[in-house]
């Protein structure tokens, strides 16, 4: 089968290898679509993203919908044909946060989880991975839209530790597609009023494709004194910060309202951000982190058969397998005008 290696740092290539092995809890999939995220992008680009190092060739992708090839003899609720989405983080299954439904932080899952240092991910024809973590989906599900499913988890996952509710006000730093996908799901939580910040114009008119939203380009005006403008002075009850960005992580407690929630989502480089403890306590706010996310796939696509969302909208580019160091490349060098790409295996 092919897979597109990354050798090192800005190098990754095509190569032929075997097929996986699987066993009987195992499940193996025919790959067809993977998104690339930014951390895709991180490894490829500058090697890494922080502490976390590719020291060796690996596959990335951790996006990935397909159709299942085979299955294992203990395997009963899918079968050939079916298409489906993975879950790529695979805990221990007995730790304490595993055995407390917290697995996204359990130290197996933190380096079991596709396309990271320590495990190949899907940028690849093929994959044998436990049943547990496969996911069917309807078979007249869009296939781009199951590719945007992960990234979707990640947006649930921190709106529900945000504790949005219907009537919250909200402002979201980063219009990129975890920026975009936060405030569909900010609606379907019965959030009203929505700031959308951002300094990329495209990504702020890809967003108001998907309805009425407060855009602010923060190159024309400042958007901290705009929202603030609109709040009345108070500000928001929530703040996203999706874009990982020490600038707009040190604003955000200017954007929040008194006893609000700030949301930390987008990965920084790991450089320390000058953060005005003093003010959050005046106001009493809250601060809450996600590390990607748990027991959220199928809520995901529960939501999205019963009340679907476009997400496949957000895809803005696709290329072949063979084209993936150009993918890359183009991702990117030109980042202000790719909302989401997607390699088609």
Excluded at 253 to 273: A, D, N
Aim: one cysteine or more; charged letters at 25%; a neutral charge.
């Amino acid at each position: 089968m092919k897979a597109a290696v990354l050798k090192e740092k800005g190098v990754i290539e095509i190569e032929e290898r075997e097929m996986p092995k699987t066993g009987d809890d195992d499940v193996l999939v025919k790959i067809e679509y993977v998104g690339v995220c930014g951390s895709d992008l991180h490894f490829y680009g500058e090697g890494g993203i922080g502490v976390a190092k590719i020291y060796e060739p690996r596959v990335l992708g951790h996006e990935p919908v397909g159709k299942v090839e085979s299955i294992g003899k203990n395997v009963t609720d899918l079968k050939e044909g079916d298409s489906v989405i993975l879950e790529p983080g695979i805990g221990c299954g007995h730790c304490s946060f595993c055995r407390t439904g917290r697995y996204n932080i359990c130290p197996t899952a933190v380096r079991h989880f596709l396309g990271n240092p320590w495990t190949d991910g899907v940028f690849q024809e093929y994959i044998a991975y436990p049943y547990q973590y496969v996911y069917k989906i309807p078979d007249d599900f869009p296939k781009l839209r199951g590719v945007m499913i992960e990234p979707y988890v990640v947006v649930l996952h921190a709106v529900e530790r945000s504790g949005a509710r219907y009537g919250h006000s909200a402002v979201i730093l980063g219009a990129g597609c975890i920026g975009i996908m936060t405030m569909l799901a900010l609606r379907a939580h019965g959030v009203g009023q929505i700031f959308l910040v951002d300094i990329v114009g495209n990504r702020l008119k890809k967003a108001q494709e998907f309805g009425t939203v407060h855009t602010i380009n923060a190159k024309m005006e400042d958007p901290v004194q705009k929202v603030l403008e609109m709040t009345a002075g108070a500000g928001t009850d929530l703040v996203f910060e999706t874009a990982g960005s020490i600038i707009t992580q040190a604003q955000t407690v200017q954007y929040v309202k008194k006893t609000g929630m700030i949301t930390f989502v987008g990965f920084s480089s790991g450089q320390p951000v000058a953060f005005d403890i003093s003010t959050l306590m005046r106001k009493e706010a809250n601060v809450t982190t996600v590390f990607r996310y748990a027991n959220q796939h199928r809520k995901a696509l529960d939501q999205m058969i019963i009340n679907p969302i476009e997400l496949e909208k957000l895809v803005s580019h696709i290329y072949d397998l063979k084209d993936i160091k150009k993918a890359l490349d183009e991702n990117i060098r030109d980042k202000d005008k790719v909302i989401k790409a997607v390699i088609r295996i």
